[in-house]
């Protein structure tokens, strides 16, 4: 009865360690990566308003380290494996897109316009897949800490009857 006891006990233990660290991978991770993605987006689309508004390069390149803190914290807090490589070419577009708008913008030819332009396209494309990867991440967590609390539920069930019926019969 007592090994029955204890093995009930430890399970539980196992079980609800490891459901605990399954809710920190589906909330605290990928829920602060999509939020620090979609402030990277904001300050993105920011950077861009600021541009067509004539900012100077020092309001710019402020607005752009923020973008940077932002986006590495979802890269930190990221659970999404295929969400990698699109966190890299948004580092390699906002690099490029950067460049050209330290540029002088009168300057500009309208070819690199255009390619300003396609470029601050993708990186917004990739922020949204990012965000969704994110998403469809943590939902599968979700549904791992859930199953997991209903194996310990049913085990604990099943474990108890079977402690009660031994105590019956002692």
Request: charged share 20%; no cysteine; hydrophobic share 45%.
């Amino acid at each position: 009865m007592s090994a029955l006891l204890a093995l009930l006990g430890g399970y539980a233990f196992h079980a609800i360690s490891t459901t605990g660290a399954v809710v920190e991978n589906t909330f605290d991770r990928p829920l602060m990566a999509i939020n620090y993605a979609r402030s990277a987006g904001q300050t993105f689309t920011q950077m861009e308003l600021d541009l067509v508004n004539g900012a100077d390069r020092e309001s710019l390149s402020e607005t752009f380290e923020t973008f940077q803190s932002d986006l590495s914290v979802a890269k930190n807090r990221s659970i999404s494996e295929r969400a990698a490589p699109f966190f890299e070419d948004v580092e390699k577009l906002t690099a490029r897109w950067a460049r050209m708008a330290m540029a002088d913008q009168n300057a500009l030819t309208e070819a690199e316009s255009q390619q300003q332009a396609a470029l601050a396209s993708e990186i917004e494309d990739n922020l949204d897949i990012i965000v969704e990867l994110q998403t469809n991440e943590s939902f599968r967590n979700r549904e791992t800490a859930l199953e997991g609390v209903g194996k310990v539920e049913s085990y604990a069930l099943w474990a108890t009857g079977l402690a009660l019926a031994l105590s019956v019969l002692l």
